[in-house]
């Protein structure tokens, strides 16, 4: 019912920057949040960010002050500036769509193809 559309990962040094974008189409009324996980080899499937459409986020702690998610209503597009990344960055980055009902409710239930993010050292 929802498309998800991920671009912008790709290979980048410790210490610098790199936005990812995830446009969503179809079902788009079905939705209120949208966000992003990771996952790294060895590790679970962790959030990264997620915002609603009213604004709201949520953010990992490993990211905090590093990594900022924003919005376009209007072009249903979400959008995740990391910066200051370190080689324990480095996974497959998930778009995620779904509902919020709280701010420790989150429903994720469609989801992208995932993107790869290396940082090097």
């Known amino acids: 019912q929802v498309q998800l559309v991920e671009s912008g990962g790709g290979l980048v040094q410790a210490g610098g920057s790199l936005r990812l974008s995830c446009a969503a189409s179809?079902?788009?009324?079905?939705?209120?949040?949208m966000g992003w996980y990771r996952q790294a080899p060895g590790k679970q499937r962790e959030l990264v960010a997620a915002i609603t459409s009213g604004g709201r986020t949520n953010y990992a702690d490993s990211v905090k002050g590093r990594f900022t998610i924003s919005r376009d209503n209007a072009k249903n597009t979400v959008y995740l500036q990391m910066n200051s990344l370190t080689p324990e960055d480095t996974a497959v980055y998930y778009c995620?769509?779904?509902?919020?009902?709280?701010?420790?409710?989150?429903?994720?239930?469609?989801w992208g193809q995932g993107t790869q993010v290396t940082v090097s050292s």
């Open positions: 179809g079902s788009i009324d079905s939705i209120n949040a």
């Open positions: 995620a769509a779904g509902r919020s009902y709280s701010s420790t409710q989150w429903a994720f239930v469609y």
